[in-house]
T-cell receptor, first 111, second 114 residues
Framework: GESVGLHLPTLSVQEGDNSIINCAYS??????FIWYKQESGKGPQFIID?????DKRQGQRVTVLLNKTVKHLSLQIAATQPGDSAVYFC??????????FGTGTSLTVIP | NAGVTQTPKFQVLKTGQSMTLQCAQD?????MYWYRQDPGMGLRLIYY???????DKGEVPNGYNVSRLNKREFSLRLESAAPSQTSVYFC?????????????FGEGSRLTVL
């Protein structure tokens, strides 16, 4: 199977600061990447996606960067809020049916 | 609009017992998935169904069977539960038809096998 991993298992940031969550993937053929957010006791929720023909995509307060050269994906959250505290997963796919998830990074926002 | 509904939310089994996890979605999605989530392991795909009438193995299918009963429902069965199957199980659905990764997840089913 695919190997999708995260550099840091935990991350703590002050409220109002920007957060950066990193992800490494192993299959250079993967063509689609997604970030999910999972709050305690709930299922993951889609945040933002990016295709391999792009290197940056922006959403509301979130930006995903893709560096195919080093097989690296990052999620940037601007002006982090307490409601952003959660576990964040990156996922990759080649076929569009099988999505391979990383192990997750736990983000804690300090008020 | 309920989204993806899983039952039961909690279950305790003894080794060797069988059970079925039920999943239903009301979004008219084509694709449905079963994942398991273990501490430090992220989400691992057990089985998926790209469309009604089809099922395929994922990363960790051993010990499980699935049934895509109709477009709405996708069940996961453990025929003879083992302690290694203690986990949180998530069902998800996706519209399908395009390379889109917006999976909609249920709230999860926490299974303990003693």
């Amino acid at each position: 199977g695919e190997s999708v991993g995260l550099h840091l298992p935990t991350l703590s940031v002050q409220e109002g600061d920007n957060s950066i969550i990193n992800c490494a993937y192993s299959n250079s053929a993967s063509d689609y990447f997604i970030w999910y957010k999972q709050e305690s006791g709930k299922g993951p929720q889609f945040i933002i996606d990016i295709r391999s023909n792009m290197d940056k995509r922006q959403g509301q307060r979130v930006t995903v960067l893709l560096n195919k050269t080093v097989k690296h994906l990052s999620l940037q959250i601007a002006a982090t809020q307490p409601g952003d505290s959660a576990v964040y997963f990156c996922a990759e796919t080649l076929s569009g049916n099988q999505f391979y998830f990383g192990t997750g990074t736990s983000l804690t926002v300090i008020p | 609009n309920a989204g993806v509904t899983q039952t039961p939310k909690f279950q305790v089994l003894k080794t060797g017992q069988s059970m079925t996890l039920q999943c239903a979605q009301d979004m008219n999605h084509n694709s449905m998935y079963w994942y398991r989530q273990d501490p430090g392991m992220g989400l691992r795909l057990i089985y998926y169904s790209a469309s009604e009438g089809t099922t395929d193995k994922g990363e960790v299918p051993n010990g499980y069977n699935v049934s895509r009963l109709n477009k709405r429902e996708f069940s996961l069965r453990l025929e003879s539960a083992a302690p290694s199957q203690t986990s949180v199980y998530f069902c998800a659905s996706m519209r399908g038809g395009e390379n889109t990764g917006e999976l909609f997840f249920g709230e999860g089913s926490r299974l303990t096998v003693l």
